[in-house]
T-cell receptor, first 113, second 109 residues
């Protein structure tokens, strides 16, 4: 596609439920990044992919968070047993290669009740 | 997580005024980026800087990569109401971009 797309745009869930967030990067971009943005805050790095592998998972807040990328394209971020503090906007970005400029999707706003 | 020091945190200005904001880091970076984020949207790239001392313009926006490689500046000239939003800097040494805390800009008509 022309840009990075994310789905759903909004997700409301109950505490304890699992959620999956999807990111479609720009076609041909090998690097993909996930960030979290809490209300009024900057961007917090979660994880990045180079191809299908994730060399750096250091930003994932807990073992309830996981991400995968298949076929070097679409990525899903999964949050298990959601907590209220997980409420935030989850942003995905992609770049042609590592260290190249990152282009962001519109984000998924997650609300955990 | 780790973040850059970005200032000011917020500012109100009159339409037509010039605006300046900056980011500083304790680490040396090889790349600086400036993004703008509108409400409900993802950040959009404004300017990318790849070399120390580099000065780059994009319309009314001008950004500079500090000589020390630990800071960067963004200037907006003759601000207009649609400049309102949150401006983020981002610095990278390797693969990971560290983002500033953002400058929230409000333009008074």
């Amino acid at each position: 596609g022309a840009g990075v797309s994310q789905s759903p745009s909004n997700k409301v869930t109950e505490k304890g439920k699992d959620v999956e967030l999807r990111c479609d990067p720009i076609s041909g971009h090998t690097a993909l990044y996930w960030y979290r943005q809490s209300l009024g805050q900057g961007l917090e790095f979660l994880i990045y992919f180079q191809g299908n592998s994730a060399p750096d998972k250091s930003g994932l807040p807990s073992d309830r968070f996981s991400a995968e990328r298949t076929g070097g394209s679409v990525s899903t971020l999964t949050i298990q047993r959601t907590q209220q503090e997980d409420s935030a906007v989850y942003l995905c970005a992609s770049s042609l290669a590592l260290r190249d400029t990152q282009y962001f999707g519109p984000g998924t706003r997650l609300t955990v009740l | 997580g780790q973040q850059l020091n970005q200032s000011p945190q917020s500012m109100f200005i009159q339409e037509g005024e010039d605006v300046s904001m900056n980011c500083t880091s304790s680490s040396i970076f090889n790349t600086w980026l400036w993004y703008k984020q509108d409400p409900g949207e993802g950040p959009v790239l404004l300017i990318a800087l790849y070399k120390a001392g580099e000065l780059t313009s994009n319309g009314r926006l001008t950004a500079q990569f500090g000589i020390t490689r630990k800071d960067s500046f963004l200037n907006i000239s003759a601000s207009i109401p649609s400049d309102v939003g949150i401006y983020f800097c981002a610095g990278s040494g390797t693969y990971k971009y560290i983002f500033g805390t953002g400058t929230r800009l409000k333009v008074l008509a």
